[in-house]
């Protein structure tokens, strides 16, 4: 009589080897999400053996806010300050991708001397984003004064966007059709200052860690993810020019004014994690470099449209004449707002990770259908980077050490509210 | 009498040293965190006042201690009662233990009595101090295991191989300053350290021994476990094997942690930087007349032998505190290691290096 053995419960998880003398087994191990380098955020499941990872499987979604739905039921400008919690630490490229595929709805473009902000602000936010990244990478890696130095050197620059809109990490810092306000007095020497110090620091950290023979070691060659699998996994930014491959929407698919500055795409050829460190180090040197050029070049001019369907009137004329008032009024009430014509688009910009993307759907909302246009958004779609990365790690950290698995998940930037928005 | 006395006298030298290694290491929770914020342009702790008075957050140490006994003792329900409970006790009691073999003195007279300032006058002082040293692991080993959790487990795992592998190390680099000493007894070791080479250079360890030495400090570092060596712990990665801890619990690996840096740092010195020796001083017992100062160039500063014992436990607390200081700036510069490096380093790289000093030094020591 056949008998089918059953598997005893706990053997169900674990993977026995066939060695009968010394009996080894397959250890399954959740890491997260309440683990100290998955941020609270993310779930990685580990088989191991030993210390090797054999099998990994990664589960997201622990940060989802409905972030995408809740912009629907904000008027278009309203749904900026929910971009700034995507990649909350470069939160000022979240707003510029948003707001410029609304205005591709609109067909609008605006003023130089608002291109040239945004610009500037861009890439100051992305040396925010990196340094962090490699601030948080090395400290996950037990060296914690590096961690500190980042954080100090990303203390100048939030200093800058309070100094520009009010907020350090929430900015809010484009409109619509332009910007907020124009930059502050003395701002542009601040942010020499600020850049001066951020070379310093980035100095101080190269020296702690570039030639680091143990750092080398613990990540050259670790969590290697090369060309052609990081482009099928859909990888981009700092990732995927770390594995060689010249790609960056900022050169690509030219957008605002970055043709006006003399900078280079930084790729690495190994696509491993000593490769993305070395990329991200130096694509903070082309980003102070943008910006340096681009602040001697600003053109005089207003910052944004001049359209009053579009912009608020000045605060002085909202205080000062009914004109300007009613205009404030026509365009903050509820049913009113800015008026976007049916239709979507897509506008890609280069994130802190990577290729953050906006595709926004306007379509006449029930009622008010009159002239075909919307005051709020049908639909925002995020086309986060950081997901397709996430969906990389596996790849990444099979074959590894579970040690490795945290500078190969530090390498890749992951920011949970990009993520899962 | 006599006994009564002797015991007195015994007692008096452990308190002095529990007193020594147990504000060494309660400084040094406080220097944990005041070093790394001077180092990352922060202020560290600086709060706590006692009567408003706050000396830049020295009573941290204390509010620390009476935050660790009063938090609520967390077991888990899964944990080995037992074993959870005793593995903090086997990881802090033995490394208490091994500071007695250090000599923080040579001799003093008091009344027609010698003592020894020496908590243990064995011959086997070093192998003591190793065995009573590797006891500690046990602990480790035993709360990841416990614990009955996957990551205290990895990290108790990594404890045992580490310390083991390192042990190894030790072991072999030891056996250098022993051959040229030609004791296992510390005090002894340390008394011949205060003799000159050359007439004018004290042969302290780091100078006849320097490839021990260097072997020595990493190899050292890694068995108290802390960055880059700091696996078991690994916070980032597995947590650690204390991970399951809480309260004091939690605090007596930590202590015993401390206490195994004033210790490594108490052997360093004994070791390799001449004990309590303070260079060219002299006490009564060494000079056969009137200790004090005696310097190459023949001129001389008459001490009595109290100021001398004041003056090298002084020297003694001194050199200990920068060898504190260099574990604190080595644990707060470096990333850690991974497993497998660590391992490859220790096999590969430090224990040819160290059979390659025994040889060294027994080719040396025959052609003298």
């Known amino acids: 009589m056949e008998t089918k053995t059953k598997t005893p419960p706990e053997e169900q998880f674990f993977f026995t080897t066939d060695e009968p003398e010394f009996k080894t087994k397959e250890m ?57 919690r995507l990649n909350y630490v470069s939160p000022i490229i979240n707003n510029v991708g948003y707001v410029m595929a609304v205005e591709k709805l609109l067909g609008i473009e605006i003023p130089p001397r608002g291109q040239y902000l945004r610009t500037i602000l861009s890439e100051l936010s992305r040396i925010a984003d ?53 930059l502050p007095d003395g701002w542009i020497d601040k942010m020499h200052r600020a850049l001066k110090e951020e070379r310093k620091i ?120 009914i004109e300007g ?22 506008q890609a910009v280069e994130g802190g990770n990577g290729e953050l993307g906006f595709y926004v759907v306007s379509h006449p909302i029930e009622g008010e259908e009159e002239d075909g246009c919307a005051s709020r958004p049908w639909r925002v779609r995020v086309r986060p980077p950081c997901l397709h990365l996430v969906a990389g790690i596996p790849h990444m950290i099979k074959g590894d050490m579970v040690a490795d698995v945290i500078p190969s998940f530090g390498s890749i930037n992951m920011i949970g509210g990009e993520l899962d928005r | 009498m006599l006994l009564i006395v002797e015991t007195l006298i015994a007692l008096g030298k452990i308190a002095f040293v529990l007193a020594f290694v147990f504000s060494f290491a309660i400084l040094l929770t406080w220097a944990e965190r005041k070093q790394p914020a001077l180092m990352q342009d922060r202020l560290g702790a600086n709060r706590a006042p006692i009567f408003g008075l706050r000396l830049w957050g020295i009573f941290h140490s204390i509010a620390e201690t009476f935050k660790l006994v009063f938090k609520e003792d967390f077991i888990p329900p899964a944990a080995s009662q037992f074993a959870f409970r005793f593995a903090p006790v086997v990881a802090l009691f033995p490394v208490l233990l091994t500071f007695a073999v250090i000599p923080f003195g040579n001799q003093l007279e008091i009344g027609g009595r010698v003592i020894l300032l020496q908590v243990l006058n064995i011959n086997v002082g070093i192998l003591f101090l190793l065995a009573f040293g590797s006891l500690g692991v046990y602990g480790i080993v035993l709360g990841g295991w416990a614990s009955n959790n996957k990551y205290s487990l990895l990290g108790g795992m990594r404890a045992v191989a580490q310390t083991i592998s390192y042990e190894v190390v030790i072991g072999l680099t030891i056996i250098g300053p022993v051959m040229v000493y030609g004791t296992l007894e510390l005090g002894d070791m340390v008394l011949m350290q205060n003799k000159l080479l050359f007439g004018w250079l004290p042969m302290w360890g780091v100078v006849v021994q320097p490839l021990a030495f260097l072997l020595f400090l990493p190899a050292g570092i890694a068995e108290t476990k802390r960055t880059p060596f700091d696996l078991p712990e690994g916070e980032s990665e597995i947590i650690g094997f204390n991970l399951e801890y809480s309260g004091m619990r939690w605090g007596m690996f930590f202590l015993g942690e401390f206490i195994e840096l004033v210790v490594l740092a108490g052997l360093l010195v004994t070791l390799f930087f001449g004990g309590y020796h303070v260079p060219y001083l002299y006490d009564s017992f060494e000079l056969s007349g009137v200790g004090g100062f005696v310097f190459p160039w023949g001129a001389t500063i008459p001490l009595a032998d109290v100021w001398v014992v004041v003056l090298r436990i002084c020297s003694f607390a001194a050199k200990i505190a920068f060898f504190l200081w260099l574990q604190l700036l080595v644990r707060w510069t470096l990333p850690r290691f991974r497993y497998d490096q660590l391992m490859r380093v220790g096999w590969k790289i430090m224990i040819p290096l160290a059979l390659l000093n025994i040889a060294l030094t027994g080719i040396v020591l025959l052609a003298l």
């Open chain 1, 28 to 84: 399954l191990l959740n890491m997260g999400p309440s683990h100290p380098a998955m941020h609270g955020i993310v779930k990685i499941a580990v088989k191991l053996q030993g210390e090797l990872v054999m099998d990994a499987d990664i589960e997201i979604g622990y940060l989802h806010r409905a972030m995408e739905k809740t912009c629907e039921d904000c008027t278009w400008n309203q749904a900026t300050i929910y971009t700034d």
């Open chain 1, 130 to 182: 990196h340094m962090t990244c490699i601030g948080a990478a090395a400290m996950e890696m037990g060296a914690m004064t590096v961690f500190l130095y980042a954080m100090k050197g990303r203390e100048f620059l939030y200093e800058l966007f309070e100094d520009y809109c009010g907020a350090r990490v929430t900015t809010n810092a484009t409109r619509v059709g332009g910007m907020p306000a124009d």
């Open chain 1, 202 to 321: 980035i100095k101080e950290i190269d020296g702690l860690l570039t030639c680091n023979r143990i750092f080398y070691d613990r990540i050259k060659g670790v969590g290697v993810m090369k060309a052609d699998d990081a482009i099928s996994y859909g990888f981009t930014g700092p990732c995927l020019r770390a594995a060689g491959v010249e790609y960056d929407v900022r050169k690509n698919f030219p957008y605002l004014v970055y043709d006006q500055a003399d900078w280079s795409i930084v790729v690495g050829t190994e696509g491993d994690n000593f490769d993305r460190y070395l990329v991200r180090m130096e694509e903070m040197e082309q980003s102070a470099r943008i910006c340096e050029q681009l602040v001697k070049k600003i053109p005089d001019g207003p910052h944004s449209v001049s359209d009053k369907h579009i912009m608020l009137p000045d605060k002085e004329n909202t205080y000062g004449n």
């Open chain 1, 325 to 346: 008032l009613m205009n404030h009024f026509k365009l903050i009430m509820h049913g009113h707002g800015i008026r976007v014509p049916s239709g979507e688009a897509y």
